[in-house]
C-alpha cells in the first residue's frame, strides 16, 4: 500500500571496483641508441627484440611478473526515494511538444503507450531504471518501504 509515508530504498550496480592493488616485479629490459632523433616504425627481431628504422634498440631479458593479482568487487550504491519520487513515477508522463516521435521510443515513451495496462511496480521499475542508468549502473534491487 503506498501513502504519504512510502519510500524507495534502491540499491544500484555500478560494475567492479578495484579493492586491493596487484603486485609486480618490474621487468628487466635494455635500451641501445636512447637518443635517436627520429621515432621512426618498430621491428620484431625475435620475441624479445625490437629495433626501430633509426637504429634504436630494446632487448627484454625478463619480462614484468605478476607477484599477486589485483582483487575487484562489486560497487553498489543504495539511494533512498521520498514519496514524490513515487508520485511522480506513477503519474502519467506527459506528451512533449518537440522531439515526440524519438520519445515514444525511449522506455518513457513505451510506458506513455501502454500506461492502461501496467501495473503500479512495472511503472516503478521503468522509472528506477531511468535513475539508475542516468547513476551510471543498474539496478540491482528495490524495496518498497
Sequence with gaps: MIDNTSKILLTVSRGKSLTKVGAYKEADVTVKNPFTTKSGRWRQLNSSHFRSEDGEEVIIHKPIQTIHQPEYKESTQVVNLGYH?????????????????????????KLFQDWKHKSDEQKLQVHLEELAESLGGTVKSWELL
Aim: hydrophobic content about 30%.
Design 85 to 109: 519520487f513515487i508520485q511522480n513515477a506513477l503519474t502519467r508522463p506527459s506528451r512533449p511538444r518537440k522531439g515526440f516521435y524519438h520519445w515514444i521510443k525511449t522506455p518513457i515513451g
